[in-house]
């Protein structure tokens, strides 16, 4: 009789156990499920909100992987591993398009030697075939301007209305004669005379250093045409038909020339007067 007791009890104690253990089992399930949303989740929110390393992962086209190749020996150090830039080193390229690559790059500016205010033009480092790979990388990248293809940009362009507009939009940082000047903080406008056409075109895009950035919206890709139309035949290519051009630094010189010279011959002219009298 007890030994039968005993049976019922550990029967019925086994039983009321049942709906616990499968209540735990529950709550595990419910947990694993719960920690696997927040995860994927998380996983969205990171690809969102992180556009290089979404880039990264898209297709490349050949010119593309050629310069990321490139860019992983020569720029990551300054730029980033996704071009994302490196607080006390380098900006983020991520949306400067590829006419600030080849604007930097084809001038030799970068890879720059040391941190200093400006940039200033050197040897480059890169062929032109590298500093378009370097370009079309970081425009598949993030997107921006792009130059136009073609080495004549100037073709077709109105060397009148080009001279207007270099007089009210570019004299004031690279002076009249395109010799460039001086500017605030150690920074300074640079001359124009070696620069080409795919050049100024891309600085006038995007804006390198204290230059204001002029897109298609401010000045219209015919109205560049006729800048640089104006830049490369009247400032480049002149041969000063007026004679000495005193530096080309406007009329300042010409002004200081003139005093000079004439203070001189006045002093001279009072001198062999006062000589003969």
């Known amino acids: 009789m007890t030994y039968d007791n005993d049976r019922r009890r550990g029967l019925l104690a086994r039983l009321r156990g049942r709906p616990a253990s499968r209540s735990r089992g529950r709550r595990r399930l419910g947990a694993a499920v719960r920690l696997l949303a927040a995860l994927m989740l998380a996983g969205g929110a990171y690809t969102v909100f992180a556009p290089g390393v979404q880039a990264q992962d898209t297709a490349l086209s050949g010119a593309a992987a050629e310069g990321k190749a490139l860019f992983d020996v020569s720029c990551v150090t300054c730029h980033g591993r996704n071009a994302q830039g490196v607080e006390g080193r380098g900006p983020s390229l991520i949306g400067v398009g590829a006419a600030s690559v080849e604007f930097q790059v084809g001038?030799?500016?970068?890879?720059?030697?040391?941190?200093?205010?400006?940039?200033?033009?050197?040897?480059?480092?890169?062929?032109?075939?590298?500093?378009?790979?370097?370009?079309?990388?970081?425009?598949?990248?993030?997107?921006?301007?792009e130059v136009p293809s073609g080495e004549d940009l100037s073709e077709g362009g109105n060397l009148a209305a080009g001279g207007e507009l270099y007089r009210i939009n570019c004299s004031q940082c690279h002076a009249f004669g395109g010799g460039g000047g001086a500017l605030s903080s150690g920074k300074f406008a640079p001359s124009l005379k070696p620069a080409t056409d795919r050049q100024i075109y891309a600085a006038m895009l995007s804006g390198p250093q204290n230059m204001p950035v002029f897109g298609d919206n401010q000045i219209t890709p015919e109205q560049k045409a006729d800048i640089i139309a104006y830049i490369q035949e009247n400032l480049n290519h002149n041969q000063d038909p007026g004679g000495f051009n005193l530096g080309r630094y406007g009329p300042s010189t010409e002004g200081l020339a003139i005093f000079l010279v004439g203070i001189v011959a006045l002093v001279f002219t009072t001198l062999w007067i006062a000589g003969k009298s």
């Open 107 to 145: 001038t030799g500016r970068m890879p720059m030697v040391r941190q200093e205010a400006q940039a200033p033009r050197k040897p480059e480092v890169f062929t032109d075939d590298e500093t378009r790979q370097l370009g079309r990388y970081i425009q598949e990248l993030g997107g921006g301007p």
